[in-house]
Structure formats: structure tokens, C-alpha cells
């Protein structure tokens, strides 16, 4: 079956770079239009999109968030990494990587992991 | 960028009852409209996708239409186990965007 899980420090201090990583199984990332996803939620607020790589190694990025974000992926490894730089406490959430297939809906999801911005 | 707005922000609604919650995009995205379901402390979960096509395990009291711009989420009859935040996300183009959400309450 499929499953992500995200891991990462759950504290960092204002300006630090953020490192989360996801590990999934069930499928591979070489697989013609498997998709990865970062997606965030801020503590009682709305999903916000942040970050997608293609089985192609194709990168894309939220408009605003685009100079501070990195994506990559280990196929080898099942993982897909997503840095974070000049962190703010504004970005404290709750991250989640999700799966996409072929440009659709995000049919499964991690279970999340709460990142907490603050000195 | 494609921006989607949910009405309404919030619905209290008695068990039994029939909920409706819209979803419209700032331009035409055809059916590439997905609804998902999250419960307090727990991950999205698709409910329906491309509009429409219902997913595997999801109770068929759910339901979704639309094309275009307008797009419906329906739930009849609803029960105590609804009780959740509703989002709509598309991906006809990039950047993905999610609606701002809307929170089911049980009277």
C-alpha cells in the first residue's frame, strides 16, 4: 500500500534553513507521471501549496515562496527532500508531502509534520 | 494564478440534512477540481475527484459537480462523523491552489 511520512526538526530558529524530508512507498517516483508534493497548513488555517516534483525531476514552485524553496528527490532512496530558507515564524505549520498522478488530485497524503518557527 | 473561493466559510447543519458547498475558480479549469475532506489533527482526505468521480471507500452520500468555473460539493444526509473542513484544489494549471476551506459543524 501506499504511505508517506515526513520527518524534520519540529523547532528552528527565525532565519535558519528548513530541511523536511518525505519517505514514501507503494510506488516510485521513476514512474511516468507519479508526482510529489509539499503542501502546508498553518495552525488553523487554510492549505497553501508548496512545491511539486515530476517523475522527470520537473520542479515547480509556489509563486511566493519560489526564491526560498528548494525540491528534490532520491529515487533510490524513495524520498523527496524540500528545503526551506530564512525561516519566519509566519511559517509555522504543519507540513505534509502528498502523491499526484498524472497532474490530478493529491490521493494520498503523510500524516504531517508540525514545524515550529521561533527563537 | 488560477484563485478558488468557497462559500460559505462555515455551515452548522442538523444530522439528516443535506449540505452544499461551492467552490468557483477565477478562470475556466475544466474539471480539474478535487474536494477533500480534513478532520481536526488528521490529513487531507480526497473525497472526490475531477469534479464528479467518486472515490473508492468514500460513502456515496458525497457527491460533486461542476465545469468550468462552478463547481458543487453535496453531502445528503448528512451524520455526526461529517463534521469537518472542506476543501476544493485544482490542478488544471500550475500553481496548484487550494479554496480557503469551509467548516461543516454538527448542531
Redesign the interface.
Known amino acids: 500500500q501506499v504511505t508517506l511520512r515526513e520527518s524534520g526538526p519540529a523547532l528552528v530558529k527565525p532565519t535558519q534553513t528548513l530541511t523536511l524530508t518525505c519517505t514514501f512507498s507503494g510506488f516510485s517516483l521513476s514512474t511516468s507521471g507519479m508526482c510529489v508534493s509539499w503542501v502546508r497548513q498553518p495552525p488553523g488555517k487554510a492549505l497553501e501549496w508548496l512545491a511539486l516534483i515530476d517523475w522527470d525531476d520537473d520542479k515547480y514552485y509556489s509563486t511566493s515562496l519560489k526564491t526560498r524553496l528548494t525540491i528534490s528527490k532520491d529515487t533510490s532512496k524513495n524520498q523527496v527532500v524540500l528545503t526551506m530558507t530564512n525561516m519566519d515564524p509566519v511559517d509555522t505549520a504543519t507540513y505534509y508531502c502528498a502523491r499526484m498522478g498524472n497532474w490530478g488530485p493529491f490521493d494520498y497524503w503523510g500524516q504531517g509534520t508540525l514545524v515550529t518557527v521561533s527563537s | ?1 488560477i484563485v478558488l473561493t468557497q462559500s460559505p466559510d462555515f455551515q452548522s447543519v442538523t444530522p439528516k440534512e443535506k449540505v452544499t458547498i461551492t467552490c468557483r475558480a477565477s478562470q475556466s479549469i475544466g474539471s ?1 477540481l ?1 474536494w ?1 475532506q ?1 478532520k481536526p489533527d488528521q ?4 473525497l472526490i ?2 469534479a464528479s468521480q467518486s472515490i473508492s471507500g468514500v460513502p456515496s452520500r458525497f457527491s460533486g459537480s461542476g465545469s468550468g468555473t462552478d463547481f458543487t460539493l453535496t453531502i445528503n444526509s448528512l451524520e455526526a462523523e461529517d463534521a469537518a473542513t472542506y ?1 476544493c ?1 485544482q ?1 488544471s494549471s ?8 469551509t467548516k461543516v459543524e454538527i448542531k
Open positions: 494564478e480539474s478535487h477533500y480534513q490529513s487531507p482526505k480526497l475527484k475531477y476543501y484544489h490542478s500550475l500553481p496548484w491552489a487550494f479554496g480557503q476551506g
